[in-house]
């Protein structure tokens, strides 16, 4: 990059001061997670738009790891946001308002410009095909209070929530006593996620009706978009990007199960898909297609495990055949295959997201005809319907 686009980008995007960090803390935005150096004081060309922040502590050799905090920001052009590193606490907070504008305008003077690492530009598009639906609005209507995302908050969970494996390995990081500081039971709340529940019941309904409900979900989505994000699809998907960025970077339990219970929700749901809410699913199908993408590809999860040493995410247990997500993915599969009528852009990504998996993972999806499709001219092909309307199209970065 050329010195005259790159004081460009300096000047238009905002920047990510950070003082007194220790050296060796993990610290990642977005997608890029590095080890900190002893001259790092933030980031800058940061682009305008939310962003996830996130980081770890360390011990004096760089060896024991405290859980991660995490905390959404939404960047505003050429703006300046300051956190300082707070000893006691091993965490960034928020600087008084007249403190924090000395260092604003010493950041707009450059002073500190050769202590700013550069915003990794060549992974931005990469960041807003997991984030795109996500705005300032989602933010701040679910993250908790304070912002801070972080496990340590949620041992109120431990015995609450059913133990998969991946689960439990969560569980033991709150428990593990290789981090720096054990975690304590914490009276703050965590984030306002929408409650997805998991199974119907509705008074003086018939065994073969609630059954029925159960079965087919359509009517419980429908009454989720309506209740809590006003009709609004692209909230909905908001929320299940953000839980999934908490989960992923923040290594939040709370956050996965959220994820979890909306994914579970959108897969269970027969009629939608086809008739209500065919736009809807082809945007969330294409949205787990790039969670998965980026989030389980095991040469992306190295990346950080090499770094933190104790990565979740290269757990064997997403290889098993038995996880939660191949299940719903085979059901759904099976539908969309079988239906008579489904539009072309479903159908076109859902066969991405299957080959995607069966390469990530290895799993195996049984269909008509070859490498999981039906035959052009399969009498039990289904009718392939283009709708007329592109207006759940985004336009990303390459």
Request: hydrophobic share 40%; proline share 4%; glycine share 6%.
């Amino acid at each position: 990059m050329d010195p005259e686009t790159a004081l460009g980008l300096v000047k238009t995007g905002a920047t990510l001061l950070l003082l007194d960090v220790p050296q060796f803390t993990l610290f990642g935005i977005d997608t890029h997670m590095f080890s900190v150096g002893p001259m790092f004081k933030g980031i800058k060309m940061v682009p305008p738009g939310t962003h996830f922040v996130y980081y770890s502590s360390t011990d004096r050799d760089g060896n024991d790891f405290s859980p991660i905090i995490g905390f959404f920001i939404t960047a505003k052009p050429s703006e300046v946001i300051v956190r300082k590193w707070h000893q006691q606490e091993e965490r960034l907070i928020k600087l008084f308002e007249d403190e924090e504008e000395r260092y604003v305008v010493a950041v707009k003077k450059m002073e500190f410009d050769h202590q700013l690492g550069p915003y990794a530009l060549d992974r931005y598009g990469e960041w807003r095909q997991i984030s795109n639906y996500i705005t300032k609005d989602i933010v701040e209507r679910i993250e908790p209070i304070g912002g801070e995302i972080t496990i340590a908050n949620e041992a109120g969970l431990i015995d609450t929530v059913p133990k998969t494996a991946m689960e439990r390995n969560l569980v033991e990081q709150l428990r593990n006593s290789k981090f720096s500081k054990p975690a304590e039971k914490s009276h703050k709340r965590g984030c306002y996620y929408t409650s997805i529940p998991h199974v119907i019941k509705h008074k003086g309904m018939s065994v073969e009706e609630l059954t029925s409900l159960n079965l087919d979900k359509t009517q419980l989505l429908e009454t989720t978009l309506m209740k809590d994000f006003g009709g609004a699809e692209d909230k909905l998907l908001g929320e299940l990007q953000f839980a999934f960025i908490a989960f992923l970077m923040g290594q939040s339990l709370e956050a996965y199960h959220q994820w979890k219970s909306l994914i579970s929700l959108l897969f269970s749901c027969i009629e939608a898909p086809f008739q209500t809410r065919s736009q809807l699913f082809t945007k969330f199908v294409k949205v787990i297609y790039y969670q998965i993408k980026y989030g389980f590809h095991k040469d992306q999860l190295s990346k950080v495990g090499a770094e933190r040493k104790d990565s979740v995410f290269l757990d064997d247990e997403w290889l098993s055949k038995d996880v939660f997500l191949r299940l719903l993915c085979k059901e759904f599969f099976s539908l969309v295959q079988g239906a008579p009528v489904v539009d072309g852009d479903l159908l076109s990504w859902m066969r991405k997201l299957q080959n995607l998996l069966e390469t990530t993972f290895g799993w195996e999806f049984h269909n008509n005809g070859p490498d999981g499709a039906y035959e052009e001219d399969d009498e039990f092909a289904p009718v392939v319907e283009m709708l007329d309307d592109t207006s759940f199209e985004e336009s990303l970065p390459a």
